[in-house]
């Protein structure tokens, strides 16, 4: 179940379908633009498992209002619970966690996230519902492709939050060896966060002579990350 388009449309496995919902001026709640239709709500009551992508939205309410009582709930946060979110809007989130455990206390629900440390940030503000540590990424078992051009310089990007937790610094110290042994490279830095930390890294990046193959954009939107990664060719997470 997710903000987006319009509608409700088949993915091509047998039985699964994705919703998703046109939202109010692009709103980081997810109120929608109008009432929602009969089709998706019945898809809803309709369903055995129903995984929801966010938390702190309406779709999150909405799917567990509307849900069968006999479905399997799973909500991906993508970080909204980390500790780092707690101070945004504190107000609201504080009614939002009532309502919702109220929702989910006679449902099968369970929270999926990437890490122990995600873990932890919920089981401080929601204790005693269920998680599942999946990890990042999935196994892959075909070949990757590679791209056969030979591109100079190599451009690697980092899309992030500016954090300590994400490690751009690695990011850099990457760079700094790849240049050592004679490869031509680039980093594009997109995002924000931390100013005495994007200072730090702009310091790693003059102390290692990198002045002119990193880039700092700042925080980017959507449509402009869209137009970054085509000229990319290693996304490093």
Known sequence: FFQAEDGIRDIGVTGVQTCALPILFNNRFGVPKRIIRNSITGKLKDSDIVIIHGFYTFVTLFALIQGSRDARFFVMPHGSLEEYQWKNNRFLKYFFRKIFLILVRH????????HESEK?????????????????????????????????????????????????????????LLRDRGISAELHIAGDGDEWLLESLKELVRSSKLEKYVYFYGFLNRNEIFNLMPEMHIFLL
């Open 107 to 114: 449902k099968s629900f369970a929270f999926i996230v990437a």
């Open 120 to 176: 932890l940030s919920i089981c401080k503000q929601l204790p005693g519902v269920e998680l599942a540590v999946l990890g990042l990424g999935i196994n892959y078992a075909g070949t990757p492709k590679v791209r056969r051009e030979k591109p100079t310089p190599i451009k690697l990007v980092s899309v992030s939050r500016i954090a300590q937790k994400k490690r751009i610094d690695i990011c850099i110290d990457a760079l700094r």
